[in-house]
């Protein structure tokens, strides 16, 4: 199933995403800080770009698609990052 070392280093870059996506989102509940609340964001949609990067390994049919997505999101976490770096709150 995981053939590539590639493969296997996103999908534990997207698993630690994920966990920053919690953590940092715990954050924001507790502070309610606008700028902790987009840099969630960003891990979320980071997380999923990577999952979509590594979809081949569980939807090898899938073709283009996933490489698409994952462009797009790639340009989505880079807006939401330098977001959260300009925002003063």
């Known amino acids: ?10 999908l534990i870059s997207s698993l ?17 800080r606008k700028k902790l609340f987009i840099l969630s964001l960003a891990f979320f949609f980071y ?7 590594a979809a081949d390994i569980f939807f090898p049919q899938a073709g283009e698609y996933p490489e698409i997505w994952g462009s797009l999101l790639n340009f989505v976490v880079l807006a939401l990052f330098f977001l959260s770096m300009i925002t003063n709150e």
């Open 1 to 10: 199933m995981l053939t590539e070392p590639d493969q296997i280093i996103q």
């Open 16 to 32: 630690l995403a994920l966990i920053l996506f919690v953590v940092s989102h715990l954050a924001y509940r507790r502070e309610r």
């Open 47 to 53: 997380s999923a770009m990577n999952f979509l990067d």
